[in-house]
């Protein structure tokens, strides 16, 4: 997996109490159990820790973790 995929799990644990155990590559964020609030302030702690912006149009609740990590990837994050 990619470094913006480890980002994005440390963002689900540390902004939404999740275990690493309970996060996959292919779960959605319906999986995970996150609402529409959630998914908003996901977007923004993207944006923030990615320094892309990251809209709701580009991660949704049917999307997985690793479809995420790909799109704000090709918005040409830098590590």
Known sequence: MSDVYHRMVRLLQTGFGLEPDEISPDQTFDDLELDSLAMVELSLA???????PVD???ISPQDTVSRAAEVIEAK???V
Do not use: I, P, R, Y
């Open 46 to 52: 993207a944006q923030e820790e990615f320094g892309v």
């Open 76 to 78: 040409g994050v830098t």
């Open 56 to 58: 709701d149009e580009d």
